[in-house]
């Protein structure tokens, strides 16, 4: 079973292991916007990253609650990015939800049940239609908004846009 917890104060070496492991890519839901950023792995920047996700957010960002997607056994398999409301570049490329899984924990059903643990959490914030965005060569990605309901509106700078609407219930529901 899969749960979206807070950042943990105390899980430096986890995650420090799963940023090791997306490597130089993208990580997509985790507040991190470049690759560059996760090359200090060291305790002082995961306070400074802890830090970050608190309080409010900077010029030009929009409120956001910040979740790692766990197991059962609390090992950090993923992030999640729950952006309270658009302006207008997450209105073309971002959307309401942003999220990654691990490349150890990829295939196991885990971006699934946390879209849809996302997508409850974004009904009980009181979004009323929630917003995500993927890119156009995510097919991976594409087929778990698809299964949980996403609906394509359209795409818009090679990202595709899908809606849910809060009256839809998330398809693990």
């Known amino acids: 079973m899969y749960r979206l917890i807070a950042p943990?104060?105390?899980?430096?070496?986890?995650?420090?292991?799963?940023l090791k492991e997306f490597g130089q890519g993208s990580i997509?839901?985790?507040?991190?916007?470049?690759?560059?950023?996760?090359e200090d792995l060291s305790e002082a920047s995961f306070a400074r990253y802890l830090a970050?996700?608190?309080g409010p957010p900077p010029p030009n960002f929009?409120?956001?609650?910040?979740?790692?997607?766990?197991?059962?056994?609390?090992e950090l398999l993923g992030f999640v990015a729950l952006r309270h409301e658009l302006n207008q570049f997450?209105?073309?490329?971002?959307?309401?939800?942003?999220y990654s899984v691990r490349p150890s924990a990829r295939n196991k059903g885990v971006a699934g049940a946390a879209l849809?643990?996302?997508l409850t959490a974004a009904q009980e914030m009181g979004i009323e239609?929630?917003?995500l965005c993927v890119r156009e060569e995510n097919a991976?990605?594409?087929?778990?908004?698809?299964?949980?309901?996403?609906?394509?509106?359209?795409?818009i700078r090679g990202m595709r846009r899908y809606w849910f609407e809060a009256t839809t219930q998330p398809a693990g529901s």
Do not use: K, M
């Open 8 to 18: 943990n104060p105390q899980g430096h070496q986890q995650w420090a292991a799963c």
């Open 28 to 38: 997509d839901g985790s507040g991190f916007f470049d690759p560059a950023q996760v």
């Open 52 to 54: 970050a996700r608190q």
């Open 62 to 74: 929009v409120p956001c609650t910040y979740f790692w997607i766990v197991d059962d056994t609390q």
């Open 90 to 98: 997450l209105l073309e490329q971002g959307g309401h939800i942003g």
């Open 116 to 118: 849809d643990l996302a």
């Open 129 to 131: 239609r929630t917003l």
């Open 140 to 155: 991976a990605s594409r087929r778990v908004i698809e299964r949980a309901g996403g609906v394509y509106e359209s795409s």
